[in-house]
Structure formats: C-alpha cells, structure tokens
C-alpha cells in the first residue's frame, strides 16, 4: 500500500518534493510519535484506539489522515525552502551579521595567509635554477684552479644539514626554500676550491640536494593550489557572509564573476530554463539541489523537535535528564545536519558552475545576443550586460534572429 | 560612565578575548552560553524527578528489614524518565534498612530507609549464619529457633531484629532475652539458626482495658 501511495504521490509532485520535503517530514512525524508514545499517555492511548488496535477500517482511515496531514506540512516545508536555505546562508538583519562576520573574516584571512606562504616559498624556489648555474660555476672555476684538491672535511658540515631536511622529506613535510639555497651556497663555496670530479662525497650530496628541491618545488606547488581551491570553493570574492554555508553559497557568484566577469545573480533565473533542455545535466542540478534541500529541512525539523521536546519536559512533564537530553542533544544533532548540508551545497554549487560554464552561450543566444568570438569579448558582454540589467545603465547589444531550422 | 564608555569597555574585552583565544568566535561564545543557560535551568528550575520515584512492597515489611530485590516489585505504567529515576532508586535501596512498617502494596522511597538498622536498646545476641540468606524469608520479622549442639538455646523462639553484614559475614541480631540463661556461658559455642516462621506483619496490640 505504501509503494502504491508513493507512486500515486510522484505523479503528482516531482520526485524531488518527494525527496526534499516528504521524506523529512514523514520521518520527523514517525520519530516525534516514536518517542512521545512511551512518554504522553494522551497519545499512546489514542494511537492504541485509533491505529494500533483499531480494526482495518479505522485503521486505514486514521493512517490515511496522517499521511495527508503531512503531505500538506511537507508542500508547506518545501514552500518555505528558499526561506529556510537563505536563514543558513546568514540573510539576517545587519546588526545580527555584524557578530559573526568576523569569524568568517578570521577563517578566510588564514587561508589567504598560508596561501601568501605558500606562493613565496613557490617564488623563493623558482630561484633554483640560478643556484645550479652558481653551482655549475663554482665546478668549473675549482676543477680548474685546484684540480688536486680533495673535498673530504671530517665533520661533515653538509651530510648533517642534508639529513634534517632527509628526514623532512621521509615524513612528508616542507622543506624550506631558505634552507636548500644555504646548502647550495655551501656546496657552491665548497666546489670552489676543490675539484668536485675528485670528491665523491660533495657529488654525492649535490644529487640529493637535486632530489630535495624538486621535491620542495612539487609541494609547494600542490599546497599552493590545493589552498587556492580551499580558498575558491569556501569564499566567494564579495562581501562575507556570517556563516560558512553562506559563504559556499558566494562561490557560484565568486566564480562567474572571476572567470567571465558575469552578474551570476541576474542570469541564475534564465539558465535555469535553459538547462532543463539537456536532461542529464538538468538532472544532475536537480539532484544535487533536492539533497541539499533535505538536509536544510533535517536541520529545521531537528532544532523545532527540540524545542517542542524542550518545552514538554521544562514546563509540562519535567525531566532533568530529558530536559538535556532534548535541549543539548537535539542542537548538537541539527548542528551536524548543517554541516552536512554546507558540504552538499558545495556539490550543488560545483554543478551550478559547470551549468553555466556548458550552457552560457545558449543562455546569450536565447537572450537573441551574438555569440563571443573571444575571452575578452565574452567577459565585455556579461559585464555591460549587467550594467544594463542590474543598475539600467545605458548599453546597446546588436540582437542576432534565430537561425531557421 | 556613559553607555559609549561601558560599549568601548565591551569592546576592548572582547578583542582582549580574541588575541588571547582566537578560537573563540561569536557562535561558539553563544553555544558555550547556551550550554551554561540550559545547565542553570536543568538543575535550579527543574524539580529533581528522584523524589518522585518509588517501587513497590511485595510484602509487609517491618523496621529493620534489610533491602533486597526479592522484596519490592517495579510499579507498571511508568514513563521512561521514571523507569529511569526507578532504576537509580532500586541500585540505592539495595542493601538498606526500612524505616518504618511498610504495608504491602505500598509504595518505597529514598525517604523510607536509612543506612544501618535502628536496633532497640538492649543486649543482642549474634548470630552468625552460613551465607547470605534468601531475605524474602530470613530477615527482620522471622521467627527462629537457636541450636547449640543437640540443645535448643531458645526456650521460646527468638524473633530477628535485623541481620548485618561485616565483610562476607551475614549475622542475625536476636535479643538476648529470648535466650535460656545458661545458654550463653561458653563463647567457643558456635550456635545455629533454624527458620521457624517466615516475617510477618505482628498482630495489633489489645485494646487497653478499661
């Protein structure tokens, strides 16, 4: 009966109403009536009357008005999404933002730091090829003048410098630029006053040396874009919002903005007829928005169950341990459900950015506007383009007819 | 001090705050708070749910008879914070001495035992037995015969005042009145218990003659 219900529900809402709204709703209802059925007498002896030992066409009929009763609540929750999405996103009042933009400012300016890090050890190694060439310099100036000279200090000053960064490069950590161009210099000093083709040892260590600043090159370089995709994918490049789900929300924005110089906001609407013409594309944006929805509505559902429980065992059947239990315990449990749905909206967001990046001309041909013939040209159409639909400054673009098919 | 000065002192506290904890943010600050809010609340606002817990008498017990499971059952139809609180109780009852008579039937608080027996003022005989005993039926109340040897020490039956616990020692306290005079001479005698009538509710007192 159930299967025939769902199935009866799918023709009339999308799948993704399904999904999004009804399932949370249906499972908050079941788990709220799970646990008030040992703890409300009122409400195990009416579900005992009506549902539980009641005959089959009662049953049926009380059953059957829940499942109503909730599909209704769930069509509201699936009105009041955007509302609900936009509370996450941090859409509240000024002086409220105002608290808890700087812990977002804080998160940002750490990664913009290590990445500042990051992109001067990538320029301080982008110097080694002048280290070999002062290295190869010092090669030929002591093979020359001292051709019998052997390099062979006991202790050995370079082996014991190499080996700490050996040992870093063992355990996976940085090596530092500074440290590699103290080694070469040394090696380089070394090889002035000795004839390297006579000591092994100084050969041997300027291979290592070799291995270590390709090492300390490739590192920099992947933590360099790995910080600069933590960066992109957690910040948008306007105003900061007060929580982390917000700012994730800005990276569509960020990006588009970066990439084509385009108003994201004021094409969103029209890409999102566009992108239905593709059906795995349209799918895909569908689906990662219907996940990102349901666990928003998890989250809501949570915090209102413990609220409504808070109450129940504050003022009307008083528990300290369920009173904490409810009120501890349910926000912690909603908490994690907006994690999660931060994480989602990063995947929805991903799938946002590839619809524009696949369907922008189509978007500009469905506006009757001439496609670009470069990078510059296109970015000049979104930016005037925006100036035109978002501040009405006055822009004239050439309208292209359809092409007859 | 203006409102301007009392906000610039907020201020200058909060980035003090922040230099010396930068993990401290707005939202954690305010979950701390919260935590600490619903913890105050908890525990001054809402009424401890253990007084209200209680079990119930399986059978007439009289003072000093010592708590075990055998003798209270768990009343039905309790919500699960009660079971929960019924729980703490019984793990507290166990091993405690009533109070005072306690019909069966009746209901068992925290209130209704206490630590050691409240034995009357008089000399006490123990008693030490084999091993611990089945309380339902050798406890405070019990009516015993005493065997020393092949001789029966109590002319008249004895009546438990309690039974105590010392290590793994269990002892039953009897009066010392309810012993034949010559019996107790001799300390080496090691005496035995013989359960005669289980515990029982004493009849009520005669009404005084007028």
Redesign the interface.
């Known amino acids: 009966m159930l299967s025939t219900f769902l199935t009866q529900l799918q023709n009339y809402f999308s799948k993704y109403f399904v999904i999004g709204s009804f399932f949370p709703m249906l499972t908050f209802t079941f788990l709220n009536g799970l646990i008030a059925y040992?703890?409300v007498g009122a409400w195990r002896s009416w579900a005992n009357a009506n549902i539980l030992q009641a005959s089959a066409g009662g049953a049926a009929f009380f059953t059957a008005s829940i499942v109503v009763a909730i599909v209704l609540a769930a069509y509201v929750l699936a009105a009041l999404s955007t509302f609900l999405r936009r509370m996450l996103e941090g859409q509240w009042s000024e002086g409220f933002r105002k608290?808890?933009v700087?812990?977002q400012n804080?998160r940002r300016e750490a990664i913009v730091k290590r990445l500042t890090e990051a992109g001067m050890e990538m320029a301080d190694l982008a110097y080694a090829p002048k280290w070999n060439e002062g290295i190869g310099a010092a090669w030929t100036e002591g093979r020359q003048n001292y051709p019998d000279e052997v390099w062979a200090p006991d202790p050995d000053p370079i082996r014991a410098s190499l080996a700490e960064l050996e040992d870093k490069f063992t355990k996976y950590e940085f090596v530092p630029a500074g440290k590699l161009q103290e080694i070469a210099n040394t090696i380089a000093n070394a090889l002035k006053s000795h004839n390297m083709d006579k000591s092994p040892r100084l050969d041997e260590h300027y291979r290592k040396l070799t291995g270590l600043i390709q090492y300390a090159d490739d590192r920099a370089r992947g933590r360099y874009a790995r910080l600069q995709n933590e960066l992109n994918s957690n910040f948008g490049a306007q105003e900061i919002a007060p929580t982390k789900m917000g700012n994730v929300a800005n990276t569509i924005q960020g990006y588009v903005m970066r990439r084509y110089h385009c108003n994201f906001e004021t094409v969103w609407s029209n890409l999102q007829r566009i992108v239905p013409k593709d059906d795995k594309a349209n799918a895909a944006l569908q689906e990662a928005k219907t996940q990102l929805d349901f666990l928003v509505a998890c989250y809501w559902l949570t915090l209102l169950s413990a609220v409504l429980w808070s109450i129940v065992?504050?003022l009307i059947?008083?528990?300290?341990?369920?009173?904490?239990l409810a009120?501890?315990g349910g926000?912690a449990l909603a908490y994690m459900w907006y994690r999660a749905a931060a994480e989602q909206y990063r995947s929805f967001a991903d799938v946002a950015m590839t619809s524009f990046d696949t369907f922008r001309f189509d978007l500009l041909r469905e506006m009757r506007l001439k496609p670009p013939v470069d990078i510059e040209d296109e970015r000049w159409i979104w930016e005037n383009l925006d100036r035109l639909t978002t501040f009405g400054e006055s822009q004239n673009f050439q309208y292209e007819p359809p092409k007859q098919t | 001090m203006t409102w301007e000065d009392v906000k610039q002192w907020v201020v200058d506290r909060k980035r003090a705050l922040i230099a010396k904890a930068?993990w401290i943010?707005?939202?954690r600050f305010l979950a701390i708070f919260?935590?600490g809010a619903?913890?105050c609340?908890?525990?001054v606002?809402?009424?401890?749910?253990r007084d209200r817990s209680f079990v119930l008498a399986a059978r007439y017990l009289g003072p000093n008879t010592r708590m075990a499971r055998t003798l209270w059952i768990e009343p039905r139809g309790q919500?699960?914070?009660d079971r929960?609180?019924r729980d703490r109780l019984e793990e507290e009852l166990l091993g405690k001495y009533v109070r005072r008579p306690i019909e069966g039937g009746a209901p068992i608080a925290r209130a209704d035992v206490m630590p050691w027996p409240d034995v009357p003022d008089e000399d006490v005989v123990p008693v030490l037995l084999d091993g611990e005993p089945d309380w339902m039926m050798l406890n405070q109340g019990s009516t015993v015969e005493v065997w020393i040897g092949p001789k029966a020490a109590t002319p008249h039956y004895a009546l438990v005042q309690a039974i105590v616990t010392s290590d793994t020692k269990w002892i039953a306290l009897l009066r010392r009145s309810d012993f034949a005079p010559d019996m107790l001479g001799n300390p080496g005698d090691k005496p035995t218990l013989r359960l005669v009538r289980f515990p029982h509710k004493p009849p009520p007192p005669p009404p005084p003659k007028p």
């Open positions: 040992p703890l608290l808890f700087p812990a804080r065992f504050a059947d008083p528990s300290r341990l369920s009173l904490l009120s501890l926000p | 930068p943010t707005m939202g919260y935590v619903i913890l609340v908890t525990f606002a809402v009424p401890d749910q919500s699960l914070s929960i609180e």
